[in-house]
């Protein structure tokens, strides 16, 4: 992976949407790559910042177990993490 492919896939990374081998091969590239791997620790700290203050309701439960479940990558099942 090339550092303008890494850095597009950046954001994909952090909504846990990038899998498999392009995760892997991701992955590789931030630990070869000092610039992309500080500019992932930035991207990765804004999205923090950012979803820690505009995202203060939380759907039930019930609500976003059903809509994560539905997710074609998922394969139907959601198995819920511990924060």
């Known amino acids: 992976m090339d550092c303008k492919r890494a850095r597009a896939s ?3 990374v952090t909504d846990n949407e990038l899998e498999g081998e392009l995760l892997m091969t991701f992955r590789e590239h931030l630990g070869s790559c000092p610039g992309c791997s500080q500019q992932f620790l930035y991207v990765s700290r804004l999205l923090a910042v950012v979803r820690g203050r505009c995202c203060r309701h939380e759907a039930p439960p019930t609500l976003r177990i059903r809509i994560l479940s539905s997710f074609p990558h998922r394969g ?3 198995l819920e993490q511990a924060d």
């Open 10 to 12: 950046m954001y994909t």
């Open 76 to 78: 139907g099942v959601f």
